[in-house]
């Protein structure tokens, strides 16, 4: 099964901009269509962004529209997300996660349709 870790997490200012990376082992990543959570404390798990297989498909929050980008490199098997115009709301443990879904082209915006999970890694952001 695929492992997947996250990293890239950190401390950033208001207005500042973090790029998160997700990286997969023991499966191909193109095999897996990937999606981003986060969790604030006292908060249930919310949907960030997600990718089909391919990347030709995306799919975002509202709240992350515009600031957000999720993309793939599946040659790397690494999924990333830029997140840009970061505001204190945007602080939080960021999840990536992978379904099993050999086959077909969609992406998948709610966690209970994900198979794997990462650690997490935190962002914060400061105000």
């Known amino acids: 099964q695929v492992q997947l870790e996250e990293s890239g997490g950190g401390l950033v200012q208001v207005g500042g901009s973090l790029r998160l990376s997700c990286a997969a082992s023991g499966g191909t990543l193109s095999s897996y269509p990937m999606g981003w959570f986060r969790q604030a404390p006292g908060k249930e798990r919310e949907f960030v962004a997600a990718?089909?297989?391919?990347?030709?498909?995306?799919d975002y929050a509202d709240s992350m529209k515009g600031r957000f980008t999720i993309s793939r490199d599946n040659a790397k098997n690494t999924v990333y997300l830029q997140m840009n115009s970061l505001k204190p709301e945007d602080t939080a443990v960021y999840y990536c996660?992978?379904?099993?879904?050999?086959?077909?082209?969609?992406?998948?915006?709610?966690?209970?349709?994900?198979?794997?999970w990462g650690q997490g890694t935190q962002v914060t952001v400061s105000s």
């Open positions: 996660a992978a379904r099993r879904d050999y086959s077909s082209g969609r992406y998948y915006s709610t966690d209970v349709q994900y198979d794997y």
């Open positions: 990718i089909s297989r391919h990347g030709g498909s995306t």
